[in-house]
């Protein structure tokens, strides 16, 4: 049973910091591309940023490059993303993803999902 749990969201202020992580269980961690996606209030999820299965290519939505920053320990089954100078526009619930394919920007490449952790930036 493959479980994909996301830690690490709260509530910041405007230019704060907050770093999410993924812990991934019940799956070859190594052999899946991982991607983080949020959805806001009224809004269609989007894609925000993803990591190759080595760790050694990383893509970004353009409005967080430079902010946020994603990694990945095969060795702890775990992905993170680094969160920072958040902006009140940041705010909605993020979800990480897997997948065996290529196509990282868009959902329906993945096939397993977490709960979501919300994460609020007040102005």
């Known amino acids: 049973q493959v479980q994909l749990v996301e830690s690490g969201g709260g509530l910041v202020q405007a230019g704060g910091s907050l770093r999410l992580s993924c812990a991934a269980s019940?799956?070859?961690?190594?052999?899946?591309?991982m991607g983080w996606f949020r959805q806001a209030p009224g809004k269609e999820r989007e894609f925000v940023a993803a990591?190759?299965?080595?760790?050694?290519?990383?893509y970004a939505k353009d409005s967080v490059k430079g902010r946020f920053t994603i990694s990945r320990d095969n060795a702890k089954n775990t992905v993170y993303l680094q969160m920072n100078s958040l902006k009140p526009e940041d705010t909605a619930v993020y979800y990480c993803?897997?997948?065996?394919?290529?196509?990282?920007?868009?959902?329906?490449?993945?096939?397993?999902w977490g709960q979501g952790t919300q994460v609020t930036v007040s102005s």
């Open positions: 990591i190759n299965l080595s760790g050694g290519s990383t």
């Open positions: 019940g799956l070859t961690f190594s052999s899946y591309a």
């Open positions: 993803a897997s997948t065996p394919r290529g196509q990282l920007y868009t959902s329906r490449s993945y096939d397993y």
